[in-house]
């Protein structure tokens, strides 16, 4: 079956560093994606992996390992508009991109 | 750039009810794609298109339709309205044509079924 595991809630400190991890088995991968959500928003894209190693984008990294099946957003020097939910998302094939969504992190940034 | 617009925003219905969630992108987009979102939950793939006349179903199909005469639009139905079809409806676009191309969410639909 698919599954992709995410811890439900997290909480940091502003100006911190909070790593929100991922761990997935799907049938097939082609690339996993992570999207940010605030409350009552549509998801927008952060980062795609597709090989193992980091990918660092300003404040957001995205880390991939394939063999174990795991991938972490790390958030740097946290913002209190860092505030958010953050869905992993595996896409398994590559005739269809369709992605298989975790149930997200919602992580709280507190002052 | 509009992106891909999702009407209405908010919706009530009675079950039993019919009515179709329009979605429509500007950004000439072969992949749509539809999903639901439940409450403290990751969202869930109805249906997805891989171009016009080209429909499939994903991971929930069932209670709903889709349609996709063109590039453009991909509606979907919902024919017979059930409480446990409330929730937050997200249509997405993408270029597909290699794999790190992200999709793209529309502000979402919220639906009540009472």
């Known amino acids: 079956g698919q599954n992709i595991d995410q811890p439900t809630e997290m909480t940091a400190t502003e100006g911190a560093i909070v790593q929100i991890n991922c761990t997935y088995q799907?049938?097939?991968?082609?690339?996993l994606f992570w999207y940010q959500q605030h409350a009552g928003e549509a998801p927008t894209f952060l980062s795609y992996n597709v090989l193992d190693g980091l990918e660092e984008k300003g404040r957001f990294s995205s880390f991939l390992s394939r063999s174990k099946g795991y991938s972490y957003l790390l958030l740097k020097e946290l913002q209190m508009k860092d505030s958010a939910s953050y869905l992993c998302a595996v896409n398994r094939e590559d005739s269809s991109y369709k992605l298989i969504f975790g149930s997200g992190t919602r992580l709280l940034v507190r002052p | 750039n509009a992106g891909v617009t999702q009407t209405p925003k908010f919706r009530i219905l009675k079950i039993g009810q019919s009515m179709t969630l329009q979605c429509t992108q500007d950004?000439?987009?072969?992949?749509m794609y539809w999903y639901r979102q439940d409450p403290g939950m990751g969202l869930k793939l109805i249906y997805y298109?891989?171009?016009?006349?080209?429909?499939d179903k994903g991971e929930v199909p069932n209670g709903y339709n889709v349609s996709r005469s063109t590039t453009e639009d991909f509606p979907l139905r919902l024919e017979l309205a059930a409480p446990s079809q409330t929730s937050v409806y997200f249509c997405?676009?993408?270029?597909?044509?290699?794999?790190?191309?992200?999709?793209?969410f529309g502000d979402g639909t919220r639906l009540s079924i009472l």
């Open positions: 799907t049938s097939g991968f082609n690339g």
């Open positions: 997405a676009s993408s270029r597909g044509e290699g794999r790190n191309q992200p999709q793209h």
């Open positions: 298109s891989v171009g016009a006349g080209i429909t």
């Open positions: 950004m000439n987009h072969n992949y």
